[in-house]
């Protein structure tokens, strides 16, 4: 009975050890990558980082070789977005979590008793990866890491040196089994490379927090700017219409001079440049908000331009808890979107609904696809230094008004989806 009782309690403690593992890898690794939807594919990725820090990994030992390819496959599996941040990400957990298992297995000693080694090792596994979690989760963003491509390409670069050095003080030292002189070199090489690797390994998840920390910030002062800049065009622009119509006074009084000095042509050429003049044609009300009219009016006088049919039904209160600045952004960035994809669509028109109900201001845009969509909505223009704004602008004024943004496309037709709690 105590020896059941001996067994029953050893590999309880050893399951639980690696469900640790698991949760604190996995809590490690949710701000860098964005999981599939559903529960079974985080369950997935769970499993797979606590089943592979339950691997015993000695020096010169090839379980290092098999675990590598099903650690890619799993994780990619599990995770969505651009591959080359998730393969990057992945590497970068794989050394953590190898590192540790190979320095731990290979270097603690307990002599004449396997049980009480084993027991060990996973105790200080899950006290390793603990305290990691411990100590980066406080330098953890509140939202997902987001890094451009080109710097996603250099981290993964960077993450690819210590994984050969694993590689390499791993799995080419497997002649130590036939050799003591190689095995005493394996020893010492591994003591020395795979503290490098760990260190390694920690050291660019907190630079890809840095390097995602400063993107943050120079996007969000990009975006103000931008943000600024167009409104202000656009009150500007206004402006000038209440200052033409304003003037309606001096224009009629030009008009009857002509008249009754009997210049009928110069009086009708005159009417004529002001019935061109935007001024005068009034600007069309589609809500209460006068900011939201401001890039409304701008965004259909574009349209009809360009023979986009616009069908807006927008009703937004006078007053809202979300700048005029802001609004304008979200609903000019979107229409401006909406404008590019149908260039070369089949059918032109740009559907938009946009109302506050129970505290919550939503908007849903829709248009059908003329041309080609990246995966990851990003600009198609070739200027990308100067476009590409538009959803990451949207992005974050979602974020700051704690609501939501969703984007795809769905039979042809690009559909945008803004909730924000006003």
């Known amino acids: 009975m105590g020896a059941f009782l001996w067994e029953f309690c050893f590999y309880g403690l050893w399951w ?86 190979a320095l731990l297995d290979t270097y603690v000693v307990v002599p004449d008793s396997y049980r009480l080694y084993d027991l060990l090792v996973r105790l200080l ?104 800049v167009y409104y202000q065009g656009l009150q500007q622009q206004e402006r000038q219409v209440r200052t033409l119509r304003h003037d309606l006074r001096n224009h009629l009084t030009v008009i009857l001079g002509l008249l009754k000095g009997r210049d009928t042509q110069g009086a009708i050429s005159y009417l004529e440049q002001m019935a061109d003049s935007p001024a005068l044609q009034g600007s069309k009300r589609f809500c209460d908000n006068e900011a939201a009219n401001v890039v409304l009016s701008a965004k259909a006088e574009v349209m009809e331009q360009e023979g986009i049919t616009a069908d807006f039904a927008v009703s937004l209160p006078k007053e809202l808890s979300v700048t005029d600045t802001d609004l304008a952004a979200l609903l000019g960035n979107a229409l401006d979107n909406a404008i590019e994809g149908v260039q070369n669509a089949a059918t032109k028109k740009i559907i938009l609904r946009c109302r506050v109900d129970k505290g919550l201001l939503m908007l849903r845009l829709e248009n059908p696809v003329g041309g080609e969509v990246n995966p990851d909505l990003s600009t198609t223009k070739k200027d990308r230094a100067s476009h590409g704004f538009g959803l990451p602008s949207m992005r974050e004024i979602a974020r700051r008004y704690h609501g939501t943004l969703e984007a795809g496309v769905e039979d042809g037709q690009f559909i945008l989806i803004v909730c924000l709690m006003v």
């Open 16 to 101: 639980i050890c690696v469900l640790a593992n698991g949760f604190f890898l996995y809590r490690l690794c949710r701000p860098f990558v964005e999981f599939r939807k559903g529960r079974l594919w985080q369950a997935l990725l769970l499993l797979t980082l606590a089943g592979s820090s339950g691997m015993v990994i000695w020096v010169g030992d090839p379980n290092l070789l098999y675990t590598l390819p099903v650690y890619i496959l799993l994780f990619l599996l599990s995770t969505k977005g651009d591959w080359t941040g998730r393969l990057a990400v992945c590497i970068i957990f794989f050394c953590l979590e190898m590192s540790v298992c």
């Open 125 to 228: 596994r899950t006290a390793i990866f603990g305290i990691l979690w411990l100590v980066l989760r406080r330098r953890f963003p509140e939202e997902q890491v987001h890094l451009s491509r080109r710097l996603w390409q250099v981290v993964l670069g960077l993450a690819a040196m210590p994984l050969c050095a694993l590689v390499a003080v791993v799995l080419l030292t497997f002649q130590k089994y036939e050799s003591a002189a190689v095995n005493t070199l394996a020893i010492n090489q591994g003591l020395v490379v795979l503290p490098f690797v760990l260190l390694t390994s920690i050291v660019l998840l907190s630079a890809v927090l840095i390097l995602a920390n400063h993107e943050r910030l120079e996007r969000a002062s990009q975006l103000a700017g931008l943000r600024e």
